[in-house]
């Protein structure tokens, strides 16, 4: 078979092109934050980048059950949601947050394949129930986290960098995700990219509000203690979402205190709530709905900005309800 030369060319530039420009999505493994701790990252670029070159970036903590696409399907219950992949969950977020890099966040391990462990931001003891502590350096680790993803992506070498790109492509496959990607003409050069001074967004998700309610540990720790090497980046958080959040401990599934939410109501940054009846309204667990109706109406009398939206009303409550909330909730926003 006869390859023309325009044909060659054209495809050493396209491959070139990939290299160079900022990849649609890629796996980055053992991204290091504080001292030793390190966790495995799904990167998304933006969209539809700002034409002002302003940047933002979404930090998304998933639940329970997700993972990477490939561990989801090895197990017997967890393929059933497959398509809630970390990597399918980091295209969500990048259809929702379009002008945003996301960075979709694997936890330090996952209890018997299931049980989602953020370690590295919140003390957790059994199947991920946290412990939370004035101060664990968990926002010192995102910090660290965001920065580091972006010197990873502008120096890993191509061959490592095609490799982190095609396990994040096989995982989209491997649950039938096949959505064309963006133009490699339309990304930013990858070493450009700097994410130091960029706008923060947080999200969690089921388990993963484990950490968003750490975070408010620690804005109160550092509202007391303040001192030059406070983390940056507490300034630079301008929204969260706590969306279902729940986990498998008998209390502290939301964050009840008028100390720590005053602090988050003084930082000025939008909170977004978003329930729905798997676990507001499971009796087994009435504690949960008690404490997200505190948590609400305490940020509201507090003057916080927040908006609550409860999903699903009046349909029994399943977990395919709960997950989809994931694809659903930035519409309500915007």
């Known amino acids: ?49 700002p034409v002002d070159g302003t940047q933002s970036v979404c930090v998304f903590f998933g639940g329970d059950v997700q993972d990477f696409a490939e561990h989801m399907l090895s197990h017997r219950d967890n393929k059933h949601h497959a398509r809630w992949s970390l990597e399918n969950t980091a295209k969500i977020l990048q259809n929702g947050f379009v002008d945003s890099h996301i960075l979709v966040v694997r936890p330090a391990r996952m209890e018997y394949r299931t049980f989602s462990c953020y370690d590295n931001f919140v003390p957790c003891v059994n199947c991920g129930v946290p412990e939370h502590v004035p101060l664990h350096y968990s926002l010192v680790h995102l910090q660290r986290i965001v920065s580091n993803v972006a010197e990873l992506i502008r120096d890993m070498p191509d061959e490592e960098f095609e490799e982190a790109a095609k396990a994040a492509r096989n995982g989209l496959e491997l649950v039938g995700n096949n959505a064309q990607e963006e133009s490699p003409e339309r990304a930013s ?74 602090n988050l ?70």
Request: charged share 25%.
């Open 1 to 49: 078979m006869k390859i023309s030369f325009g044909n060659l060319l054209r495809n050493l530039l396209g491959y070139r092109m990939s290299h160079e420009r900022l990849p649609d999505i890629i796996r980055l493994p053992n991204v290091r934050g504080y001292e030793a701790r390190c966790n495995d990252i799904v990167y998304c670029r933006p969209w539809n980048p």
């Open 189 to 262: 050069a990858r070493t450009l990219l700097n994410l130091n001074d960029s706008e923060v967004i947080l999200a969690g998700f089921s388990k993963g509000c484990v950490v968003l309610n750490q975070f408010l540990y620690e804005f109160h720790y550092y509202n007391e203690n303040t001192s030059p090497s406070d983390p940056a980046i507490i300034s630079r958080i301008r929204e969260m979402y706590w969306l279902d959040g729940g986990h498998s401990g008998g209390k502290n599934t939301w964050v009840t205190s008028s100390d720590l939410l005053g």
């Open 265 to 334: 109501a003084r930082l000025g940054i939008k909170v977004f709530v978003h329930v729905s009846p798997y676990q507001i309204d499971d009796d087994r667990r009435p504690w949960i709905r008690k404490e997200e109706k505190r948590f609400a109406e305490t940020l509201g009398k507090l003057g916080a900005m927040t908006k609550r939206t409860a999903h699903f009303d009046g349909i029994p409550a399943s977990i395919e309800n709960h997950f989809e909330i994931l694809r659903i909730f930035k519409n309500d926003v915007d």
